[in-house]
């Protein structure tokens, strides 16, 4: 197993074996962090926690304090919300679900369709996202042809993405 040098941002070296996993070395330094380590700065380059290391670098954790770790976070939010919706409501239905932007701490979304937006139908959406959390299941990237990708934004009635 071949071992490479990291240096972390005050200069202390470590040994890893190539290939280790972002993640890894997250959930083994989270204790030294007040806030949830989200993203990491490898070599001046922002990496997802899901990402090996390959090679000697230069490595730092990013947590929701820092810009890159909150947009990571609302983004993920967002994802999150959208998931929830659509468990709830079914694709025809939505004509229009964007987030048009933050508000302190939360978010001005458009939802509209063939449904009546009320108490109700957001609690169900935040039970859904809620029973999401609840299952702590992983945001899987994917990469599609733009074919595919518009196909996918037809389906779900997104045309402003499809564009």
Known sequence: MTMIPITWEDGRKRMVPEGTLLIRLAQEYQHKYPNDILLAMVDNRLKELKDTLKKDCNLRFITAKEAYGMRAYERS?????????????????????????????????????????????????????????????????????????????????MYDKEK
């Open 77 to 157: 939010l967002q994802l999150l919300m959208n998931r929830a919706v659509y468990k709830v409501l079914p694709v025809e239905s939505v004509h229009k679900l964007t987030t048009c932007f933050s508000v302190t701490t939360g978010f001005y979304v458009e939802l509209k369709g063939d449904f009546v937006l009320d108490e109700e139908l957001l609690k169900k959406i935040e039970d859904a996202m809620r029973e999401l959390v609840a299952k702590n299941l992983p945001i899987k990237k994917t990469v599609v042809s733009t074919e595919e990708g518009r196909e996918i934004f037809h389906r779900m009635r």
